[in-house]
Structure formats: structure tokens, C-alpha cells
């Protein structure tokens, strides 16, 4: 397994795998502009099949935020999420930050165990935060 930082020429592979992840998937313009940012976009890119997961994420001052933690469908359930985010605590850890933040659909119970397995509590919920009128589960882990 190789993680990685996204390149300019993976913005195709993020989008295609947001696509089979999202319900309402960034377009390729807002991947790409994730690639340009200060902070790595993480990426598990396996020989044979190419990139299975991704992180993205921003670091904010003291804090850490993920925006999205995917692993294509299927590659679930084999430890590629788990191992982008033991990648960003070891980050947030050398940087010093005190809390990473999210926010995950009420609906998704195996991305809501991925986390509280992981040390995020629940701190809010946002009514209707998604297009499809989904709530947001807010989440925090400190670091």
C-alpha cells in the first residue's frame, strides 16, 4: 500500500472516485483546486487498481478539518480509511494541533463507527445540512 500526495494528474482518478462515493460529488474543478492547497490531499494508490481512497482535508489554525475520507466501494472494509487517518493523526501530532474536525451524514453508520472507533465524539448536529436534506453529525477528536 503506498500513501501518497494527489498530483495535478490524479484530479481525473479523485473524480471518478468521488463519484462512486458521494451522493453529491465535488466536481473536478473543486478537486483539483484541493490538490493546489497548502496541505497534502492523501491518497492510497494500489498497483493493480490505482488510487482506492482519498483524504481531503484542511489545516486550520491549531485544528485540522476532513472534508472527505473515501474508499471506493469495492475496496471497503480493508483498512485503507483507517490508514489515511492514522496518517493524519501522525500529522496533527508533528504540527501540533490541538482538535480535528467533521462532519458525516446522520445516515452513514460505518463512516460513524470508523470515527468513534477512532476517538471522534459527536459535539452538534446540522439540520438538513445536505442537498438531499440529510442532517450532519459533527464531530471532534482531540489530538
Same mark, same amino acid.
Given at each position: 500500500?503506498?500513501?501518497?500526495?494527489?498530483?495535478?494528474?490524479?484530479?481525473?482518478?479523485?473524480?471518478?472516485?468521488?463519484?462512486?462515493?458521494?451522493?453529491?460529488?465535488?466536481?473536478?474543478?473543486?478537486?483539483?483546486?484541493?490538490?493546489?492547497?497548502? &496541505?497534502?490531499?492523501?491518497? *492510497?494508490? @494500489?498497483? $493493480?487498481?490505482?488510487?482506492? !481512497?482519498?483524504?481531503?482535508?484542511?489545516?486550520?489554525?491549531?485544528?485540522?478539518?476532513?472534508?472527505?475520507?473515501?474508499?471506493?466501494?469495492?475496496?471497503?472494509?480493508?483498512?485503507?480509511?483507517?490508514?489515511?487517518?492514522?496518517?493524519?493523526?501522525?500529522?496533527?501530532?508533528? &504540527?501540533?494541533?490541538?482538535? *480535528?474536525? @467533521?462532519? $458525516?451524514?446522520?445516515?452513514? !453508520?460505518?463512516?460513524?463507527?470508523?470515527?468513534?472507533?477512532?476517538?471522534?465524539?459527536?459535539?452538534?448536529?446540522?439540520?438538513?445540512?445536505?442537498?438531499?436534506?440529510?442532517?450532519?453529525?459533527?464531530?471532534?477528536?482531540?489530538?
Amino acid at each position: 500500500m503506498n500513501i501518497r500526495a494527489a498530483t495535478l494528474a490524479d484530479v481525473a482518478a479523485l473524480h471518478e472516485l468521488e463519484q462512486q462515493c458521494n451522493p453529491a460529488p465535488w466536481s473536478a474543478t473543486q478537486l483539483a483546486n484541493t490538490v493546489y492547497a497548502p &496541505q497534502p490531499v492523501w491518497v *492510497i494508490d @494500489l498497483p $493493480v487498481h490505482g488510487i482506492v !481512497s482519498m483524504l481531503v482535508w484542511q489545516k486550520l489554525p491549531e485544528e485540522a478539518e476532513i472534508h472527505l475520507l473515501e474508499t471506493h466501494p469495492d475496496f471497503r472494509r480493508q483498512g485503507y480509511a483507517q490508514q489515511l487517518l492514522e496518517h493524519l493523526f501522525q500529522h496533527a501530532k508533528q &504540527q501540533h494541533l490541538r482538535r *480535528i474536525l @467533521l462532519e $458525516v451524514r446522520a445516515g452513514n !453508520s460505518g463512516a460513524l463507527q470508523l470515527y468513534t472507533n477512532n476517538g471522534f465524539v459527536s459535539c452538534g448536529i446540522r439540520k438538513n445540512y445536505y442537498q438531499n436534506g440529510d442532517d450532519a453529525v459533527l464531530m471532534e477528536k482531540p489530538c
